[in-house]
């Protein structure tokens, strides 16, 4: 079973941010949090990861409570190309517990 | 850096046959993943493959087998295909396993299964 709970669906205005939650209460502390998303039939992209410290790259923003049980995925300016399926996992780099485990995800719809 | 690639994109099988899907990794990534994803079950984990070896495996029965090859490219092979196996084929490319430090899989755009 995925370790990760994301609501199912969100809207975001063209230009707005998009902030996606993500609950992983039960995260070990050798688990790092993924985000990747899946345009329709495509095969995922990646997005960003962090451990506990926020991270920031040319495509998004993570940002990690300090309990880590929770995570925000943030797009600064949501363009119609966002449109797509997010994931949220917690995967160990090493050993039998570093497969991806995949939840529903939460399917971002991009507005005009 | 050229992505992972799979090949074929799109494959039609009838029941009872058997599918090889090959991926080629990211040039220097070892470690190469295998993933279903179905409408039903979403994306499942199948198997993992580092230097020739398997090293983790999801719960599919024995139809489902691969290997992997000295350059890390990797195939995977599904037997007495059913009606059930038709889904997007995923393989996830990385740079290798059991590190400790940060290791993204990145991942190809797939082949498309469809079983008559």
């Known amino acids: 079973d995925a370790k990760t709970t994301q609501p199912p669906s969100m809207d975001c205005a063209e230009g707005r941010a998009a902030n996606l939650p993500c609950n992983h209460s039960?995260?070990?502390?050798?688990?790092?949090v993924y985000w990747y998303r899946q345009i329709h039939s495509q095969g995922p992209q990646y997005i960003i990861h962090g451990l506990k410290n926020n991270e920031t790259n040319e495509m998004a923003s993570l940002i990690i409570t300090e309990d880590r049980k929770s995570s925000t995925l943030i797009l600064p300016h949501a363009t119609l190309r966002d449109t797509a399926v997010y994931y949220c996992?917690?995967?160990?780099?090493?050993?039998?517990?570093?497969?991806?485990?995949w939840g529903l995800g939460t399917s971002l719809a991009v507005n005009p | 850096k050229a992505g992972v690639t799979q090949t074929p994109r799109y494959l039609i099988k009838t029941r009872g046959q058997q599918v090889t899907l090959s991926c080629s990794p990211i040039s220097g990534h070892r470690s190469v993943s295998w993933y279903q994803q179905t409408p039903g079950q979403g994306l499942q984990f199948l198997f993992e493959y580092f230097s020739e070896t398997q090293r983790n495996k999801g719960n599919f029965p024995g139809r489902f087998s691969g290997r992997q090859f000295s350059n890390s490219r990797s195939e995977m092979n599904v037997s007495t295909l059913e009606l059930g196996d038709s889904a997007l084929y995923l393989c996830?490319?990385?740079?290798?396993?059991?590190?400790?430090?940060?290791?993204?899989?990145?991942f190809g755009p797939g082949t498309r299964l469809t079983v008559l």
């Open positions: 996830a490319s990385s740079l290798a396993w059991g590190r400790t430090s940060t290791d993204t899989q990145y």
């Open positions: 039960t995260i070990s502390g050798n688990e790092y």
């Open positions: 996992i917690v995967r160990a780099n090493a050993g039998n517990n570093r497969k991806l485990i």
